[in-house]
């Protein structure tokens, strides 16, 4: 079984995700973007350099929310490098910023 662990950022709005986003962790995944999603003002910080994987599913609730967002963008730090591809391919316009590994 994966384990998904999300805590908030210390020095700055958003979160920090270890583990793998996958169909078993992805009501946790989920959770926790709705949560930043109702603290987000201008830029909300997603810092993924500890995720190992994330499913398209879980592609799919980040892009989702992201959308949502009344205004501002996302920065996702350091996700897996599928990540951006998948992003980039279903949802070329979306207000997110990656920042590679």
Known sequence: MTALEVMPLPDRPGVRASGEITA??????????????????????????????IDVSGATALAVTVMDLPAGRVVVERPPSHLPRVLEMFWPNLRIEVTPR
Do not use: K, N, P, Q
């Open 24 to 53: 078993v962790t992805r009501s946790s995944w989920e959770d926790a973007l709705a949560e930043l999603a109702e603290r987000h003002t201008d830029v909300s910080f997603i810092e993924l350099s500890d995720v190992a994987f």
